[in-house]
């Protein structure tokens, strides 16, 4: 059975930092997307970051060149979101997800099999 865990969250001043971490176990598949999507009440779920089992990577506008998913994290099971400039609009729930497919820009959350519970990124003005 495939477990996702984050972790991470928090409250940060706007243009603070914050680094979010999903660890998976369980999954067998060489083949996979991981993303991190964010979700304010009230709101779809919007994926802002994903990376495939190739290292590719692809990210949101609203958050391109302020965060990152780093391509070789220590443990390959982990999955990290590097959060920069934080902007009080990036303030949600966040959550790892996992797929058995490739990336796709746009995603939507049926692309993926797996969730995690999510965590809290709070960024105040």
């Known amino acids: 059975q495939v477990h996702l865990v984050e972790s991470g969250g928090g409250s940060v001043q706007a243009g603070g930092s914050l680094k979010l971490s999903c660890r998976a176990s369980?999954?067998?598949?060489?083949?996979?997307?991981s993303a991190w999507f964010r979700q304010i009440p009230g709101k779809e779920r919007e994926e802002v970051a994903s990376?495939?089992?190739?290292?590719?990577?692809?990210y949101a506008d609203s958050v391109k060149g302020r965060f990152t998913i780093p391509k070789k994290p220590d443990d390959p099971d982990t999955l990290l979101l590097q959060m920069s400039s934080l902007k009080p609009e990036d303030s949600g729930m966040y959550y790892c997800?996992?797929?058995?497919?490739?990336?796709?820009?746009?995603?939507?959350?049926?692309?993926?099999?797996?969730w995690g519970q999510g965590t809290q990124v709070t960024v105040s003005s």
């Open positions: 990376i495939d089992s190739d290292g590719v990577t692809i």
């Open positions: 369980g999954y067998r598949y060489s083949r996979h997307c």
């Open positions: 997800a996992l797929s058995h497919k490739y990336c796709e820009v746009g995603a939507e959350q049926d692309l993926y099999n797996y």
